[in-house]
């Protein structure tokens, strides 16, 4: 079983409608909570970081996290096409410096 | 600001030989960390330079080796190369205290090889 699992996808959701991204994970020394927009191609994009339960937000992005269930989650709201991308999970914990990720879910936002 | 740079973008080589990868991490970072992307998959950290020490390591055999220079920047080498060694290779910079905890990491646009 792996540490983090996220459903690949792929996803796609009209212009404009709420997006639901999710990940779930077993090692419950995770501390530290990230999500990462990563385009074709291109590197990894740091969209939002955490290290509590509840919800985050920025802008149209909120990042919610619910420790109890090791479940995580992004939302993005009035989604646009150029929100069309693979998103990315990463966990961390206190004293550990490696990031492990998800295998990420390809998103496609259609005009 | 400078952002993370990586060199090359591109890399084609040939089962056995080897390969270096260069980093210059973002202005202010002082840790730079390697990770491999297969195709179709997350990244996976190889491990991780502070202050030009190896400051943790992931499950990666030790033909995959690296340097950090005292400007903060880093090389990746990986000897005796192997067919499944190819992948998009991420370089991630952030500032650390040198405790080991992941603080925020900012990745480069990656090295792409490709082994035949």
């Known amino acids: 079983q792996k540490e983090v699992e996220q459903d690949p996808g792929p996803l796609s959701v009209p212009e404009g409608a709420i997006v639901s991204l999710n990940c779930t994970y077993s090692n419950s020394a995770f501390q530290y909570f990230m999500w990462y927009r990563q385009y074709s191609r291109k590197g990894p994009e740091l969209l939002m970081y955490t290290y509590s339960s509840g919800n985050k937000e920025d802008g149209r992005f909120t990042a919610q996290v619910d420790k109890s269930s090791k479940y995580i989650s992004l939302f993005i709201r009035d989604s646009q096409p150029s929100d069309s991308a693979t998103y990315l999970c990463?966990?961390?914990?206190?004293?550990?410096?490696?990031?492990?990720f998800g295998t990420g879910t390809r998103l496609t936002i259609i005009p | 600001e400078t952002g993370v740079t990586q060199s090359p973008t591109h890399l084609i080589k040939t089962r056995g030989q080897q390969v270096t990868l260069r980093c210059s991490s973002q202005s202010g970072h002082n840790t730079v960390s390697w990770y491999q992307q297969a195709l179709g998959q997350g990244p996976q950290f190889i491990f991780q330079y502070y202050r030009e020490e190896e400051n943790g390591r992931g499950n990666f055999p030790p033909r995959f080796s690296g340097l950090q220079f005292p400007n903060y920047s880093s090389e990746l080498n990986v000897n005796a190369l192997e067919l499944d060694d190819s992948a998009l290779y991420l370089c991630a910079s952030s500032w650390t205290d040198g405790t080991g905890d992941p603080y925020e990491q900012y990745f480069g646009p990656g090295t792409r090889l490709t082994v035949t």
């Open positions: 990463a966990m961390g914990n206190f004293g550990n410096e490696k990031l492990t």
